[in-house]
């Protein structure tokens, strides 16, 4: 039996409208830090939804621990019993330096999210990210 790998960005957030009105700067701004979707973005994830003819066939979600992409993986897989588990590691490279690239406390989003396996996120607090410098290649 053949398995298919789907990967879907998120839906727009906050970040990249910023980005749009103010330069690259918004991703270094600390008010921005782990942003969510916008309702455009919302929009757009519930228009893939709809036209999304396998979604019933889907038996993972493996999804990055920020709020924007658990607001996406959420909404697409709304009414449906599939499994959905943040995996710290499918993050946005680079990883640091971007606040939009901080996640959230992992209880937070567990309260927020009571339906996604939080379980592989090993700190409460985000300690991959760091504020003085970006992942590199190699890392």
């Given at each position: 039996m053949s398995k298919f790998l789907y990967c879907i960005r998120h839906g727009l957030a906050e970040h990249n409208v910023n980005y749009y009105k103010y330069g690259k700067s918004t991703f270094y701004d600390p008010k921005y830090v782990d942003t969510a979707l916008i309702p455009e973005g919302f929009q757009q994830v519930r228009e893939l939804r709809r036209g999304w003819k396998d979604l019933t066939r889907i038996e993972l979600v493996v999804v990055s621990p920020l709020k924007r992409t658990l607001q996406t993986a959420t909404e697409i897989f709304k009414g449906h019993n599939v499994p959905i588990i943040a995996l710290e590691h499918s993050r946005e490279y680079p990883l640091g330096k971007h606040t939009c690239?901080?996640?959230?406390?992992?209880?937070?989003?567990?309260?927020?999210?009571?339906?996604?396996?939080?379980?592989?996120?090993?700190?409460?607090?985000?300690?991959?990210?760091?504020?003085?410098r970006e992942e590199t290649i190699e890392e």
């Open positions: 690239n901080k996640r959230s406390s992992k209880e937070l989003y567990k309260k927020l999210f009571p339906h996604i396996n939080f379980d592989n996120l090993q700190t409460d607090q985000d300690e991959l990210w760091l504020s003085h």
